[in-house]
Every structure is written in structure tokens, then in C-alpha cells.
């Protein structure tokens, strides 16, 4: 068979695979959190904008402690209810309780708002030993 001949059929090939319907791989991007390590449940977690855009390295918090950055899963949550809490700046802190009940992967995607014009939002970060204030205007300033 002639080379060139060969060459197009590699890249007729490549283009196929790569115009799958197939399901993509897991994103190697997210983050993966075992909290337990007993296998109990598992929470997968992404952030979104109002239109449905993907935003990532919001910082999510399972029950007030950090866990990671967005996208993320958290592996080995306990059964019962939980506060999941996702933040980044330019836009409002999200909240929400979650139940787990079982080792079935429970997904979630946590809506990111941009705060309305001429607002700013206070937060306040209090671990054992100190606290940390931030304020913000509108502009992230």
C-alpha cells in the first residue's frame, strides 16, 4: 500500500475517534477528596455561572471545612445531612444542604451568582486562632 494512502486512512481513523459520541473520560482537571476513607457516600461537585458556563477554582467547603477547589469530588462523606458552601470572588457565596444516603454518587452543580451592581458582600473567616475579614465592592476592590 502506497504511504500517503496509509497516512490518510491513520487520520480518517484519528477523526472518528476523536468525533465519538462515546462519553468523555472523567475531566483530569477534578479533584478527588476521600474525607473518610470507609467508602460511605460521594458528593461530585462543579460550579456554574447562570448561563450554564463552567467555573472552576471556586473553593468548596463540605460542613465549614475546606475541601478543594472546583471541580471536585469528595469521597467517603457520611451518611446524613451535610452543608456544601462554594465561593470565589466577583460572586456570591452559595450555600446548601445536601443529604447522603447511600455509596451512590450524588452530583451537583452550585449556581454562581454575580452580585447586583453596587453591592459588595463581607466575609468573615474564623478558625481557632484568628479571624479574617474581607470586604469587597462591586468591582472586587
Same mark, same amino acid.
Given at each position: ?13 484519528? =477523526? ?5 459520541? +462515546? ?29 450554564? +458556563?463552567? !467555573? ?16 471536585? &469530588?469528595?469521597?467517603? &462523606?457520611?451518611?446524613?445531612?451535610? #452543608? ?8 456570591? !457565596? ?9 455509596? =451512590?454518587? !450524588? ?9 447586583? =451592581?453596587?453591592?459588595?458582600? =463581607?466575609? &468573615? #473567616? ?6 479574617? #475579614?474581607? &470586604? ?6
Amino acid at each position: 500500500m502506497h504511504q500517503g494512502f496509509k497516512n490518510i486512512i491513520w487520520i480518517l481513523f484519528l =477523526l472518528a475517534w476523536g468525533c465519538s459520541k +462515546a462519553p468523555l473520560p472523567p475531566d483530569s482537571e477534578n479533584n478527588v477528596i476521600d474525607i473518610d476513607g470507609d467508602g460511605k457516600g460521594e458528593i461530585q461537585i462543579t460550579t456554574i455561572d447562570v448561563d450554564g +458556563a463552567s !467555573i472552576k477554582e471556586a473553593k468548596i467547603f463540605l460542613n465549614g471545612d475546606f475541601i478543594g477547589k472546583s471541580p471536585t &469530588v469528595i469521597k467517603g &462523606v457520611p451518611f446524613g445531612l451535610h #452543608t456544601l458552601r462554594a465561593q470565589k470572588v466577583g460572586y456570591e !457565596i452559595y450555600s446548601e444542604t445536601v443529604t447522603v444516603e447511600s455509596e =451512590l454518587a !450524588i452530583s451537583r452543580e452550585l449556581i454562581l451568582r454575580k452580585p447586583p =451592581l453596587n453591592t459588595g458582600q =463581607l466575609l &468573615v #473567616t474564623v478558625n481557632i486562632d484568628s479571624a479574617k #475579614t474581607t &470586604v469587597t465592592n462591586a468591582h472586587n476592590e
